[in-house]
């Protein structure tokens, strides 16, 4: 499935429409992005004062805790989050693989050496200003230095798994929060954990429903939410201590930590329970679009939060008993109380939505850019890029967020959990080490994938090699088009050198086709494939590169075959034309012509000239039109030329007529109708699918770790994440597999 072009970014951009589709984004990443954020309510103020310290008549504690809830609301999520991060998108697309992709995009720092300069011409890998002029000390220096290429990766993945870790206590402790409040230590045992882990699997059972429609669900809940917990606030603040918003001033956190010292330095950590979830407002970018998120927060999220704790400051202020036990609903008028603990029930199940969505979008990049095991990825939408619906993930996370409900039990420990390092033993240690095994993983997969594209590199066969093959040597072609998948951009793969040395005999039609994740959000369906030719016109071999960026649908196999036939036809049409021109222009005779074009590859366009979005051509682009001559076809191409070495490109368009041939090009004309007459009987006579069965082992005298983390840990995720003809969803009866094994 492809989305129509002019749709790359991830809303509608259209002016008619433009703040209609923003406002309703906005109010669907209520129910999305701002569930978590917006219940913290309910525990910060319990976190903060469970043990370390407690609420005296002095207001010390209550109004520096307030102090330090508002400021860190403002400047993290509000100053650093809506003002500074969100606008380091990349074309719409949030989360730290969108910023890691967007740096190898100005940096040479990709560990997978299979950067090509056609890339740069892509429309979505937008620079602003040209890579020689953008000389600085600190890119020149990670591309100096391939540790720190590695480092950089590291640091990626560690900040990507520590989101995903310490969000897989949000569902737990969201929902908890919600029920446990009102019920006695007696009842919490027997009736919180049940209820608890039912609701967390109705929750985790909607998801395949789609982030819009959740969105849908939930945001009315989320919107009473905050009108509730502002109007309290608003409540509170008239009733019990209208000057509470003295405390708001910075002076109340000095005189904070000055009364309770390293009580309540400790304490902090439930302070920061208050941004929870504002994470995700960075990695649901793609679900939504900048303007909606910042509008969200900026003018509902943020100013019903701050009236919310600054209304239980204010009750709190005025309520000292011994037996008080610091609470939310403690707050609440005894007349709504049932009420709001019903709304809080709802919002609980909520807030867990933003951080499982998130993770699905974390998941969905690191897998298109190899850092993790495939995995079945469902765009829920053909409107919005990002939203998508990972079923494996959706599940692990379910068992994962339930084994933590049980485990932790109350909001008091889970807290701990989320907090910071000086709760380690008290139950920090969970995310790190969820974490850090997530770490190892992605690191692990996107290892073993480097290794394997440098095996396959350093042994891949010559052109002299394929063009030798022949009846002399017992090899014969049979009809039908082979599809010889590789990830190499380059030269023959040793799959396919080794096919032909077991079978000896390949298809009429030879294609390489390489199916490649660039680091863009998007590539247009006119700068998908890049074609050439491998050898001359009559050995029909051909080299196929198609481009996928990481939030990409990646099309099934039906439209795909059809489309690369089409593809195909296109460019043979094409390099005719060139063969020709050079001809008329030059003594030179079209075998020549074709040699030296094998190693030319040529953007093949999928829209005609009246939707041309995907092309943002600078001036060094040089438009022309020529006619050629072709009875059977009415179209109109794109192409794009990209020379190997060379930093120019050029663009022709041609159209195909019903002009007869005259005698000039006659001959070039037979041939190529004789080339198409032989895709067209190949494709008849059927597509096979070549793909490679790879085993990984250590090379010997590689250390016990090495051995460890690829003969077992690699292999390991390779049996049991999908398999390369899964995920292309190739049928059965024509797929080929090639064994394989990498001595890395």
């Not at 599940?395 to 889970?414: N, P, S, Y």
């Not at 590539?523 to 996928?548: K, N």
């Not at 368009?653 to 190949?682: K, N, W, Y």
């Amino acid at each position: 499935m492809d989305l129509e072009p002019g749709t790359g970014k991830c809303w509608d951009n259209s002016k008619k429409d433009s703040w209609k589709t923003i406002l309703l984004l906005a109010y669907q990443s209520l129910g999305v992005v701002y569930g978590d954020l917006s219940i913290s309510p309910l525990y910060v103020y319990t976190s903060t004062f469970a043990e370390d310290i407690e609420h005296s008549e002095t207001n010390e504690e209550i109004f520096g805790a307030l102090s330090f809830v508002f400021w860190t609301l403002t400047l993290i999520p509000l100053f650093k989050y809506v003002f500074v991060v969100l606008r380091a998108d990349d074309n719409g697309e949030g989360g730290t693989f969108a910023l890691y992709s967007l740096i190898c995009r100005h940096a040479k720092v990709s560990l997978l050496p299979n950067r090509q300069h056609a890339d740069e011409a892509l429309s979505t890998y937008k620079m602003e200003e040209p890579p020689e002029k953008n000389n600085s000390r600190v890119k020149m220096l990670l591309e100096k230095y391939k540790a720190l290429h590695t480092a950089l990766l590291v640091v990626v993945l560690l900040g990507t798994c520590m989101v995903i870790g310490d969000g897989l206590l949000t569902p737990a402790i969201s929902a908890v929060s919600g029920l446990e409040v009102n019920m006695s230590k007696k009842h919490h045992q027997y009736a919180v954990i049940p209820i608890t882990c039912f609701i967390l699997v109705c929750l985790f059972a909607l998801q395949h429903y789609g982030t819009h429609r959740v969105g849908f669900l939930f945001a009315p809940v989320v919107l009473t939410w905050l009108l509730c917990i502002s109007t309290l606030g608003l409540y509170n603040i008239f009733k019990w201590n209208p000057h509470v918003y003295k405390a708001l001033s910075p002076y109340y956190m000095f005189k904070f930590l000055k009364k309770t010292r390293i009580s309540g330095w400790m304490s902090l950590g439930g302070i920061l329970l208050c941004i929870t979830g504002s994470e995700a407002m960075f990695a649901d970018l793609g679900h939504f679009s900048y303007m909606a998120i910042q509008i969200a927060f900026t003018f509902l999220v943020y100013p019903a939060l701050i009236l919310a704790y600054m209304g239980q400051a204010a009750y709190l202020s005025q309520h000292h008993n011994s037996d008080l036990r610091i609470s939310f609903y403690v707050s609440v008028p005894a007349s709504v109380r049932w009420p709001v603990l019903i709304l809080a029930i709802l919002a609980s199940v909520v807030g867990s939505q933003a951080i499982i969505s998130g993770t699905f979008s974390i998941i969905n990049q690191s897998q298109s850019l190899g850092c993790f095991p495939r995995v079945k990825v469902v765009h829920t939408s053909d409107k919005i890029h990002g939203q998508v619906y990972i079923p494996e993930i959706n599940w692990i996370l379910m068992i994962l967020c339930i084994a933590v409900t049980i485990g932790f039990r109350d909001t008091k420990h889970m807290g701990n959990a989320a907090a910071s390092l000086t709760k380690f033993c008290e139950g920090a240690w969970f995310p790190i080490l969820l974490a850090l095994f997530l770490m190892i993983i992605m690191f692990l997969w996107h290892y073993a994938t480097i290794k394997k594209y440098e095996y396959d590199l350093h042994n891949k066969v010559s052109l002299d090699w394929l063009l030798a093959l022949g009846p002399s040597l017992g090899v014969a072609r049979v009809p039908g088009i082979g599809l010889v998948f590789t990830d190499l951009t380059t030269g023959i793969p040793a799959n396919f050198s080794r096919f032909v040395t077991n079978l000896p005999a390949y298809h009429r039609i030879l294609v390489f086709v390489c199916v490649k994740s660039v680091p863009v959000p998007h590539v247009t369906a006119a700068e998908r494939y890049l074609v050439g030719r491998v050898g001359p016109a009559a050995h029909r071999s051909y080299r196929c590169i198609v481009r996928y960026g990481y939030r990409d649908v990646h099309q099934d196999i039906d439209s795909f075959e059809s489309e690369l036939v089409q593809m195909l036809a296109d460019f043979i049409q094409y390099d005719w034309y060139r063969t020709r021109r050079n001809s008329m222009s030059i003594d030179d005779d079209a075998s020549h012509s074709n040699e030296s074009s094998s190693h030319r590859l040529t953007v093949i366009g999928t829209t005609g000239f009246s939707s041309q979005q995907g092309y943002d051509t600078d001036q060094s682009v040089q438009p022309a039109s020529v006619s050629i001559g072709f009875p059977t076809v009415q179209s109109v191409t794109d192409v794009i030329e990209m020379a190997p070495m060379d930093v120019t490109e050029r663009r022709v368009r041609f159209a195909i007529d019903d002009e007869p041939e005259s005698d000039t090009r006659s001959e070039i004309g037979v041939q190529m109708q004789e080339e198409l007459e032989d895709l067209h009987a190949a494709q008849e006579a059927g597509i096979a699918f070549i793909l490679g069965h790879s085993h990984v082992r250590a090379k010997q005298g590689s250390s016990l770790l090495k051995k460890l983390a690829l003969n077992y840990g690699y292999n390991f995720l390779r049996r049991n994440c999908r398999g390369p003809d899964v995920a292309l969803k190739v049928p059965p009866v024509s797929l080929l597999e090639v064994g394989m094994v990498y001595i890395v």
